[in-house]
């Protein structure tokens, strides 16, 4: 079985990929400036207050059907208009979404892996479960978030950094499979 071969560079790869990924946060400058600031925020916490934590859509009609309609599609052009995201109301749990995180970079090696394994077998060449991994990396940590940058206008400078660290994920990830792939 697979995960008896390759246990190590599978958890050794979420270890490493979890280090490198508060790096990029936190540390590497294409993370800088990603996010905008609300400093005079009273009134916009004053108009959100009664809302569930979740997301919204604004201006939004209380139907999808009106929605379409050109005195709706007129108040959107005029904005300010967008989405909005709501955290629940307590403080911010960052152990829960490092855990989370680590179980993501946990899943894509344990995934990448498996196709690793059925797709070369043992005993592969260095280079070929390279470029396999890091394909398979950069595909799981790079594709999903540009959705929200053509239909909710993330700005493209985000999904730039995002693509910027699934290829440096992939190339990791890669590079300790390839290093601790069976021989």
């Known amino acids: 079985m697979f995960v008896a071969q390759l246990w190590l560079p599978i958890v050794l790869s979420a270890v490493?990929?979890?280090v490198v990924s508060a790096a990029s946060h936190m540390v590497l400058p294409w993370r800088r400036g990603e996010w905008g600031r609300i400093t005079d925020f009273g009134a916009l916490q004053a108009a959100v207050k009664d809302l569930p934590p979740g997301q919204w859509a604004f201006p939004a009609s209380?139907?999808?059907k009106e929605q379409m309609?050109?005195?709706?599609r007129e108040r959107w052009a005029r904005g300010p208009a967008g989405w909005l995201t709501l955290a629940?109301?307590?403080?911010?749990?960052?152990?829960?979404s490092l855990a989370l995180s680590f179980l993501v970079f946990l899943s894509v090696a344990l995934l990448s892996a498996y196709a690793g394994w059925h797709a070369l077998g043992p005993h592969a060449r260095y280079r070929s479960v390279f470029r396999l991994v890091a394909t398979m990396g950069a595909l799981s940590f790079g594709v999903g978030s540009i959705f929200n940058s053509i239909w909710?206008?993330?700005p493209w400078r985000a999904y730039l950094s995002d693509a910027i660290d699934a290829v440096l994920f992939g190339v990791v990830m890669a590079g300790v499979f390839g290093w601790l792939w069976p021989r």
């Open 16 to 18: 490493v990929l979890f």
């Open 62 to 64: 209380p139907s999808p």
């Open 69 to 72: 309609t050109p005195e709706w």
């Open 88 to 96: 629940p109301r307590a403080p911010m749990n960052m152990g829960r």
């Open 152 to 154: 909710y206008h993330r």
